[in-house]
T-cell receptor
């Protein structure tokens, strides 16, 4: 069974700061997902990656398969980035790709 | 952009009653999932559904739970006799059949059992 650990659990930053959220998992996967959950509860998929690095706007996600580790970076953070960021992993091999979630990192960006 | 739609957004029910949570998947998606999130806890997998049958379920998904796609569009989660501990946010997610595609989540149904 895969265990997904995130750090930090809570993060407070000043507007403009560079932010890093880390995720590690215990068993090999086919894909790692970064998700964003807003205070209302809705979940949005940010990235799905199985190797290397992906970038979308101010967000960058990286993964190191050998070390079973991924990072989510936010450049030039803004108060609207305040949300819970969740790392999840999936294995499409034997299963239908159900996700195993980390506990999330609650990010608060102050103006 | 196509969305996954869940109804109702909030359901309040007496313990022991049956509830049905509904999800309208994105139209060309073939894989469907239900997840739940108890307040303050992480999101947990309940069940996956493909080709009109359950493909995988977690130990949470016991005999009180069932899923179906009654009319080819809606995807429903039924809880037969609700318990206090069923209070949670329930998320539907769907994805299409191509490999390495992300799951698209609905906004969730907040279920409160009294």
């Amino acid at each position: 069974k895969n265990e997904v650990e995130q750090s930090p659990q809570n993060l407070t930053a000043q507007e403009g700061e560079f932010i890093t959220i880390n995720c590690s998992y215990s068993v090999g996967i086919s894909a790692l997902h970064w998700l964003q959950q807003h205070p209302g509860g809705g979940i949005v998929s940010l990235f799905m990656l199985s190797s290397g690095k992906k970038k979308h706007g101010r967000l960058i996600a990286t993964i190191n398969i050998q070390e079973k580790h991924s990072s989510l970076h936010i450049t030039a953070s803004h108060p609207r980035d305040s949300a819970v960021y969740i790392c999840a992993v999936s294995n499409y091999g034997g299963s239908q790709g159900n996700l195993i979630f980390g506990k999330g990192t609650k990010l608060s960006v102050k103006p | 952009e196509p969305e996954v739609t869940q109804t109702p957004s909030h359901q309040v029910t007496q313990m022991g009653q049956e509830v049905i949570l509904r999800c309208v998947p994105i139209s060309n998606h073939l894989y469907f999932y239900w997840y739940r999130q108890i307040l303050g806890q992480k999101v947990e997998f309940l069940v996956s559904f493909y080709n009109n049958e359950i493909s995988e379920k977690s130990e949470i998904f016991d005999d009180q739970f069932s899923v179906e796609r009654p009319d080819g569009s809606n995807f429903t989660l039924k809880i037969r006799s609700t318990k206090l501990e069923d209070s949670a946010m329930y998320f539907c997610a769907t994805r299409d059949s191509y490999p390495n595609q992300p799951q698209h989540f609905g906004d969730g149904t907040r279920l409160s059992i009294l």
